[in-house]
């Protein structure tokens, strides 16, 4: 059997159709396309790592960046996994915790995966 992924780059919300842009350098050239997604719930997605290498780009669906979609909260967490699943598991425990917004400032969102990454004793995540 074949698995089956499929990508997404817009989300409707009520507000209206979102999605977050990434920018990377491929040599002497800058590209900006959609980040591709999959939705987990609500304005939550997980999302593969985007490499710039040699002379293309390269989607990585052995690493995954939480991510939220709200068009008024918008954000991508600093923090690279391996496992589809324990992205997923991140961006609700994120979104869940009242001490942290994903509009937090950028060293406070760092320091908070920091903390998760000390806690899961870096399984994999980096």
């Known amino acids: 059997m074949t ?3 499929k990508f997404e780059a817009a989300h409707a919300t009520a507000a209206g159709i979102t999605g977050i842009n990434n920018e990377l350098a491929v040599g002497d050239l800058r590209v ?3 980040r591709p997604f999959v ?3 609500g304005d939550l997605a997980v999302g593969p790592v985007i ?5 293309g780009l390269l989607i990585r669906t052995d690493r995954w960046t939480a991510m939220n979609l709200d068009p008024y909260a918008t954000g991508v967490l600093p923090l690279t ?3 589809q ?3 997923a598991a991140v961006a609700r425990e994120f979104d869940a915790d009242p001490t942290i ?3 937090s400032r950028a060293a ?3 320091a908070w995966c920091q903390r998760w990454v000390t806690r899961q004793n870096g399984g994999g995540q980096s």
């Open 39 to 41: 939705p987990i719930g």
């Open 51 to 55: 490499e710039a290498v040699s002379n």
């Open 81 to 83: 996994i391996a496992s």
């Open 108 to 110: 406070d969102v760092l």
């Open 3 to 5: 698995d089956y992924l």
């Open 101 to 103: 917004t994903w509009t």
């Open 85 to 87: 699943a324990t992205a």
């Open 32 to 34: 900006s396309l959609p």
